[in-house]
């Protein structure tokens, strides 16, 4: 079975630049998480996906970050315009239902914003 | 807010020896998982905990949940190189709520 797939892996922009994650679940899976790993914590959660419908984005910047799952399946995280506190590594998990708790993570996207 | 507090924060071991590994919360959790992360890749669950005082082993590894749920171990016994990694606890609230991630604990196995 396949994992979660991310890409990039690495990303280096200059701040106020805009950049683009992609993320590509477990098949079959129904709920996708994005979340943010800051060096020397764990990973924050940004938002929480079940199906294309967003279930909890409490936690996301919304004044630069935005997120989509226009079909259900794959998911993109923006981020527009990036700040250095920004730098970090983007985890993008799935798992099979809402109410399941097990996720499984992609291998993340490391961002740096210089 | 619920918190998870994990420590040590840093372990630097040799091969052979035996550690602990605390998470901690004011909060009570419906289960608590452990995840281990390598540099480069995401967390791996390695178990999850549900009932109070639940005690599960994954080869070296024992697994300890709290009675009151508030609180979890990690106990692996005589660490090797390939141990070395940072582990995650992150407990869980109501079914499908976001999981709660501590910071980790760093650990380093030496031969």
């Known amino acids: 079975e396949a994992g979660v797939a991310q890409s990039p892996r690495y990303k280096i922009i200059e701040k106020r630049q805009s950049v683009a994650f992609w993320c590509n679940p477990i098949s079959g899976h129904a709920t996708l998480y994005w979340y943010q790993q800051i060096l020397g914590q764990g990973p924050k959660l940004l938002i929480q996906f079940q199906n294309n419908g967003v279930v909890d984005d409490s936690q996301l910047p919304k004044d630069r970050f935005s997120a989509e799952r226009l079909k259900g399946v794959d998911s993109t995280l923006k981020i527009q315009p990036a700040k250095l506190e920004d730098s970090a590594v983007y985890l993008c998990?799935?798992?099979?239902?809402?109410?399941?708790?097990?996720?499984?993570f992609g291998p993340g996207t490391r961002l740096t914003v210089l | 807010t619920q918190l998870l507090e994990q420590s040590p924060q840093f372990l630097s071991i040799q091969e052979g020896e035996n550690l602990t590994v605390y998470c901690n919360s004011s909060s009570v959790f419906s289960s608590l998982q452990w995840y281990r992360q390598e540099p480069g890749e995401g967390p791996v669950l390695l178990v999850t905990?549900?009932?109070?005082?639940e005690v599960k082993k994954l080869k070296r590894l024992t697994f300890q949940f709290g009675d009151a749920r508030k609180d979890s171990s990690l106990h692996i016994t005589a660490a090797q190189p390939g141990d070395t990694g940072l582990y995650l606890c992150?407990?869980?609230?109501?079914?499908?709520?976001?999981?709660?991630f501590g910071k980790g604990t760093t650990l380093s196995v030496s031969s």
């Open positions: 998990a799935s798992s099979l239902s809402f109410s399941y708790n097990e996720q499984f």
């Open positions: 992150a407990g869980a609230g109501k079914a499908g709520t976001a999981l709660i």
């Open positions: 905990v549900v009932t109070g005082g």
